[in-house]
């Protein structure tokens, strides 16, 4: 598996294959956000797992999901977009601290009884939206349950991570599997009962391998590309929701000398001075672009 890149495949058993290997996303969302050891996990894994998802390459399609857990984590929020760039952040991350990174654990905190919403986008649709009640904790189990019950495409999806002695992660992979119309249900079987199986942080050569896994199915390479971690925040986009808020709303921000407003993905901090802000509502109600 190469490090931060995603690839498609597609097998003569008509069996979809999607990797990622999301290390340097991972491990930048862990700086940024200073999360702790079962955080760090969790977070890798949902990202990983929104770049798999947003497998529909050829119309670049992005996905974004909240998954609601219900425990004190908070919601996880996650994008993949433009076919190779992800990002994401967790409410409150320092519930994981102190914590192991077992799936129990990570069970507890993504929560077996939480709910998944998954957006996605297309250059040939219009966005939609999915919403399953998750009744598997782990973020694997969770988006394998979505995948089959939602989209009601037999799936399977596997996430692997690595950490030093540190905690800092060092490599983040999954990759999901999906049967064709007409794909041969018998050898999906044999490939994917067992997900254990398939080891994504194995040497090359190794019979658990992901090269071992392409070269028993017969897989063959569609489309590559890298994937690294990147935020879509911007100046034009905080305008843009800013004069979308009511008068009242508004008013009550120009009686500040300046404003600050910190992406929750990226951590980068915008200054917005009261005269910056006036400009911009007095342009928007004269329809100036």
Not at 133 to 139: A, T, V
Not at 189 to 204: I, N, V
Not at 249 to 258: G, M
Request: glycine share 8%.
């Amino acid at each position: 598996m190469q490090t931060n890149r995603i690839q498609h495949y597609l097998s003569r058993d008509g069996i979809r294959l999607t990797v990622a290997d999301t290390s340097g996303a991972a491990a930048e969302a862990e700086a940024i956000h200073h999360l702790p050891r079962l955080s760090a996990s969790i977070l890798s894994k949902a990202m990983t797992g929104a770049a798999i998802l947003a497998n529909d390459f050829k119309n670049h399609e992005g996905v974004s999901f909240k998954w609601v857990t219900g425990s004190p984590l908070g919601n996880i929020h996650v994008d993949a977009y433009d076919g190779h760039f992800v990002r994401g952040y967790l409410d409150h991350p320092e519930a994981g601290a102190g914590l192991d990174c077992t799936p129990e654990n990570e069970a507890a905190l993504s929560s077996e009884h939480g709910q998944l919403f998954v957006t996605r986008y297309s250059l040939l649709k219009m966005p939609y939206t999915s919403t399953v009640n998750l009744s598997r904790g782990e973020i694997s189990a969770g988006l394998t349950e979505y995948l089959n019950t939602s989209e009601q495409t037999l799936s399977a999806v596997s996430l692997a991570l690595r950490m030093d002695a540190s905690g800092q992660v060092t490599r983040s992979a999954g990759f999901l599997a999906q049967l064709m119309p007409q794909g041969d249900i018998g050898k999906f079987a044999d490939y994917f009962r067992d997900m254990s199986r398939w080891d994504l942080t194995a040497e090359a050569g190794a019979p658990d391998s992901l090269e071992s896994l392409l070269a028993q199915g017969g897989f063959d390479l569609l489309e590559e590309a890298p994937l690294t971690f990147r935020c879509t925040c911007s100046e034009e986009r905080i305008r843009s929701t800013l004069t979308t808020l009511p008068p009242a709303e508004q008013e009550d921000l120009l009686k500040e000398p300046s404003i600050e407003i910190v992406c929750h993905y990226c951590g980068k901090t915008y200054t917005i001075r009261r005269e910056v802000l006036k400009k911009w509502f007095e342009e928007e109600k004269k329809g100036v672009q």
